[in-house]
DNA sequence: GAAATAAGCAACCAAATCGTTGCACATCGC
DNA sequence: GCGATGTGCAACGATTTGGTTGCTTATTTC
């Protein structure tokens, strides 16, 4: 891994247009333990995934459409089963967007605080 | 600014439990465009943070609370006023956490890099 | 003190979200 | 082929969400 990363266009969340879809996917707890399931147990089926989780296997499988149209996740067809796995690119274009309000933040705070001084 | 920085335990989300909220609460585009706006022009009254929205004025109260509830703003009352402004540390509990699982799934992909080459 | 401005409160509405159940379809293993 | 397993699809229901309007209350300002 190289210091200095550009991080590429794709993966961009440009505006609050782009980052406020991905961050809803995120703003779920069933949804947030699937993807720490996918990330620690590696690629999964709907009902792998589903075993032992609180809600049924349905339910799971909305929460996966979610994911999936915020682009977090993609699946392939495999024999009769359907096996889900993260997609890494839309993780990066939300941390891109939280790195890009950080830094407006802190600008904005820094120039508060020299107003305040001045 | 250090060039080494340890996040604090009370900016931390420690668990889906605590960042579900959190990214929910970020997760739509009027509250996204109000925390630009809070960032870029300042605190602001209700009014002010309405002017040229969309939405009523109400609306934007309702968004408020909500950003308010996650701890990403607070407010003050002042004369017949309420001024809002940023509140910095839930921002980074957010940004922790998905450095959190940014880790994770780096790690996830590489072990499974790892198996397909072994 | 009266008008204007800023905000708070409550009721209501439409649509989205999160979950369920029931059933159909596909595929694997014997 | 047939039962078991894994998924897909559809309908339904409860709750939450995002928005509105109307009215009241508080504070300035002239």
Request: positive net charge.
């Amino acid at each position: 891994m190289s210091p200095v990363e550009i991080t590429p266009r794709h993966v961009r969340a440009r505006d609050a247009r782009d980052a406020a879809p991905l961050f809803a996917a995120l703003g779920d707890e069933t949804r947030l333990a699937l993807l720490g399931r996918l990330s620690s147990g590696g690629p999964g089926s709907i009902a792998h995934l589903a075993h032992g989780s609180k809600v049924s296997r349905q339910a799971i499988t909305k929460h996966l459409e979610v994911l999936s149209f915020a682009g977090l996740v993609t699946s392939e067809k495999q024999g009769r089963e359907r096996v889900w796995k993260l997609a890494p690119e839309r993780l990066a274009a939300a941390h891109a967007y939280l790195d890009h309000i950080s830094r407006q933040w802190d600008d904005a705070l820094e120039r508060l605080k020299t107003f305040v001084e001045e």
